[in-house]
C-alpha cells in the first residue's frame, strides 16, 4: 500500500502563487508516475499535471504556463510538488495527489485526502 500526505493548500487572491506538497510512503518502490488532479464543486475531477519516474511531465491547458510540477526521490519517501503561479479564481478545487505504481504489470492508482485551494477575485 501506499500513504500520501498533502499539504500547502489555502486561500489566496488572483494573481497569488501557492505550493503543494504530497509525501508518498509506503510501498514506494514501484511508482513511476505521480500527479495532481483538481476537482470543483459541480465538475468531474480533472487532471493537473503528471510527471514520470524519467522526469517527463504533461500539463492541462488550462495551467500551462503557470504552472509547475516537479518531485523528488527520496529512498524512503517520495514527494511530489505543485508550484502555482498566477493563479485564478477558476483553480478554485480540491487539488488531489495521484501516484501511480505497476504491480503484475496493472496500473494502481492511490489518491490523498485532497487540499482545498481558494482564489479569490
Known amino acids: 500500500q501506499v500513504q500520501l500526505v498533502e499539504s500547502g493548500g489555502g486561500l489566496v487572491q488572483a494573481g497569488g502563487s501557492l505550493r503543494l506538497s504530497c509525501a508518498a510512503s509506503?510501498?514506494?518502490?514501484?511508482?513511476?508516475?505521480m500527479g495532481w488532479y483538481r476537482q470543483a464543486p459541480g465538475k468531474q475531477r480533472e487532471l493537473v499535471a503528471t510527471i514520470t519516474s524519467t522526469g517527463s511531465t504533461n500539463y492541462s491547458d488550462s495551467v500551462k504556463g503557470r504552472f509547475t510540477i516537479s518531485r523528488d526521490n527520496a529512498q524512503s519517501t517520495k514527494y511530489v510538488y505543485l508550484e502555482m503561479n498566477s493563479l485564478k479564481p477558476e483553480d478554485t478545487a480540491v487539488y488531489y495527489c495521484?501516484?501511480?505504481?505497476?504491480?503484475?504489470?496493472?496500473?494502481?492508482?492511490?489518491w490523498g485526502q485532497g487540499t482545498q485551494v481558494t482564489v479569490s477575485s
Open positions: 509506503g510501498i514506494i518502490f514501484s511508482i513511476n508516475v
Open positions: 495521484n501516484v501511480r505504481r505497476v504491480v503484475l504489470g496493472n496500473f494502481v492508482n492511490y
